[in-house]
């Protein structure tokens, strides 16, 4: 069974950095791509950044340039490193894996898609 555990959110000023760790457990072999999202109360997840089974990246519109997704420590390790953050960049980011064989290469940013989820992590941004 794979678990999906994010961390390092938290408070930060306008113009700050943060950086996200999603520690992935189980069966770490298998075929995956993963993402971030994020939701605030009220709006639907939207998708952040994608990575699939080939380490191909793929970014949101409204991050590129100020976020970079990687992996980590021997790839068990999904980061999400974010720079010059914003007011609208609060929200609850959530880690998300997709095993489905057929979709492994696909750089995808659909929350439908995606089958295993972490419980999420805050990230508040202030003036």
């Known amino acids: 069974q794979v678990q999906l555990v994010e961390s390092g959110g938290g408070s930060v000023q306008d113009g700050g950095s943060l950086r996200l760790s999603c520690v992935v457990s189980?069966?770490?072999?298998?075929?995956?791509?993963m993402a971030w999202f994020r939701q605030v109360p009220g709006k639907e997840r939207e998708g952040v950044a994608a990575?699939?089974?080939?380490?191909?990246?793929r970014y949101a519109d409204p991050v590129k340039g100020r976020f970079t997704i990687s992996k980590e420590n021997g790839e068990n390790t999904l980061v999400l490193q974010m720079n010059s953050l914003k007011l609208e960049d609060t929200a609850i980011y959530y880690c998300?894996?997709?095993?489905?064989?057929?979709?492994?290469?696909?750089?995808?940013?659909?929350?439908?898609?995606?089958?295993?989820w972490g419980q999420g992590t805050p990230v508040t941004v202030s003036s």
């Open positions: 998300a894996a997709d095993f489905d064989y057929w979709r492994r290469y696909v750089l995808g940013l659909d929350a439908g898609t995606y089958t295993v």
């Open positions: 189980g069966n770490t072999r298998r075929a995956r791509r």
């Open positions: 990575t699939a089974s080939d380490g191909s990246a």
